[in-house]
């Protein structure tokens, strides 16, 4: 069964307050005619009496036909029916109509059965024989407050309290019931067979598409929160815009909105729905007089018939919008076994790259530097691998990505920077001799923007036992890196430079730095 707070409760609607422009019906359900007119009477002279029409049925199965034409303010179900006994009939009005309250009579005055009444579904209980006009008037007022208060509490717990649109537990909700109506067993022409199996209607599926908006973030520091709710906003009321009646928007947190399509016929449907959401947010949204362009990444993926995995769903769904964001942002993506199988591969690297320092799995393989005119070695590059126990020896384009997002670079690179230093020392005991030999070790941009940089470099040069002056150790940082913050940047190489320790850039020429640049740099 699906959940059933699925509409926000209507103030102005009968069923959600006392007071409205007309008056409402309140249904009492009692076969028996002298108590009927007493109930009705009752209510006529209490202070509900302008505000509701009685219509009097006697059996239940009377009422439920009346709740198919016309929903009423509350119903007052005597729980003694020829044709429902005790529970029985709330039960069966909590099915027909389950935002309509319900006060059940009772002849027997026995907790135990209002308890087990209200615990049923209904909203109060009286028992008969104590009922006047102040009281029963008095139930129904708070029966109907309760049931509002109930709806109210619901759609709170189903829906996201920003922009009003279903929350995570209402789509899953929600995709859970299209993945069973999409399994639901189509029967051949001459009926159902013993053990035959279910076919899933074929040409429809389910679709769910999951997006992220682009550069949220900025919106958010550089106008204020108060700004990116309005974007939030915004993005909902354009996404309820141009999906079907018949889809479901969601905001499962932050900035990730997710769409549910039933009944797709073909991947150019689902298609069509990502590219209008990709084109109704591309056009700007103006916050305080400013205009904010947003864009978003979007991920797609079809269910596969007989499917009933809806976490792994919305999973491969925000695999592709990954993916998507990764290939240049403002863009969408179908989901494909193989983003798996990358996604899976990062997982096991980050959490085999937590052990992998304390386990001793990383080492160090050197690079000769040859001058080319003389053709001896001047120097060498220390170059780190990892020797993962179960995919053998890694190089760095297969794990560093992971540490850099981890900040478990920032340990790794220290262990580098220090057995790179100490191997340096013990050729300078074994070959004293020998002219100096520049250690060359790359620095990442994560280890050049800790405040503790220059000291983690100081340090491992005296645990090496080295002096600055008398070993030549080079500091490759990448090009791309520089760029990230001039001002930082250029503090932490001239507090480096001080050390005596030389500076390299790597990969000079796949960004945008020139050589006046360059030049401004220690």
Request: hydrophobic share 45%; with cysteine.
């Amino acid at each position: 069964t699906g959940i059933l707070a699925a509409t926000k409760p209507d103030p102005g609607a009968p069923g959600a307050g006392l007071t409205g422009p007309a008056p409402a019906r309140l249904l009492l359900v009692e076969d028996s005619p002298q108590d009927a007119a007493l109930y009705t009477a009752m209510i006529r002279s209490s202070s509900l009496g302008e505000l509701f029409e009685v219509v009097r049925v006697d059996r239940l199965a009377t009422c439920i036909s009346a709740l198919a034409q016309h929903q009423p303010a509350c119903i007052v179900l005597d729980m003694g029916l020829p044709d429902s006994e005790g529970i029985e009939g709330i039960t069966q009005l909590r099915i027909a109509a389950p935002e309509v309250p319900v006060v059940v009579l009772t002849g027997t005055d026995d907790d135990s059965v209002g308890l087990q009444a209200l615990q049923s579904g209904a909203q109060d209980y009286l028992v008969k024989d104590g009922v006047d006009s102040r009281l029963l008037a008095r139930s129904v007022r708070y029966a109907i407050e309760r049931m509002r208060a109930e709806q109210q509490i619901r759609f709170m717990a189903f829906h996201d309290p920003l922009t009003g649109l279903a929350n995570r537990a209402l789509f899953t909700d929600r995709l859970s019931i299209a993945l069973a109506h999409s399994r639901r067993a189509v029967p051949p022409a001459d009926g159902p067979r013993r053990g035959s199996r279910a076919r899933v209607p074929e040409g429809k599926t389910t679709a769910v598409i999951v997006l992220d908006l682009d550069d949220f973030k900025v919106v958010n520091d550089s106008l204020g929160h108060s700004s990116g709710d309005r974007l939030l906003q915004a993005v909902a009321h354009r996404l309820l815009a141009v999906v079907r009646p018949s889809d479901t928007v969601a905001r499962l947190g932050g900035d990730e909105f997710a769409v549910l399509c039933e009944g797709v016929v073909s991947v150019e449907e689902a298609t069509a729905v990502a590219q209008r959401i990709m084109d109704v947010l591309s056009a700007p949204v103006v916050l305080d007089a400013a205009e904010v362009f947003v864009g978003a990444s979007i991920g797609v993926v079809l269910a596969t018939p007989g499917t009933t995995d809806v976490d792994g769903l919305v999973r491969d769904a925000d695999i592709a919008m990954y993916r998507a964001k990764a290939g240049g942002r403002g863009r969408f993506m179908f989901f494909e076994e193989a983003m798996r199988a990358v996604i899976q591969a990062r997982h096991a690297t980050d959490s085999a790259l937590h052990r992998a320092l304390e386990r001793e799995e990383f080492s160090l393989d050197y690079q000769p530097v040859v001058d080319l005119g003389s053709g001896c070695i001047c120097g060498m590059e220390a170059l780190l691998r990892w020797d993962e126990p179960a995919r053998g020896r890694l190089w760095p384009a297969d794990f560093l990505s992971s540490a850099e997002d981890s900040g478990l670079i920032i340990p790794i690179g220290s262990w580098v920077l220090g057995t790179a230093l100490d191997q340096t020392a013990v050729w300078r005991r074994c070959l004293p001799n020998r002219d100096l030999l520049t250690m060359s070790v790359n620095l990442s941009g994560r280890q050049l923007l800790e405040p503790g940089v220059v000291d983690v470099v100081a340090t491992a040069l005296a645990q090496a036992r080295l002096d600055p002056r008398a070993v030549c150790l080079c500091l490759e940082v990448t090009e791309t890196v520089l760029l990230e913050d001039i001002e930082a940047m250029a503090l932490r190489l001239t507090a480096l430079k001080a050390l005596g320790v030389r500076l390299a850039v790597d990969d000079f020429g796949t960004g945008y730095a020139s050589l006046n640049y360059l030049q401004g740099l220690p």
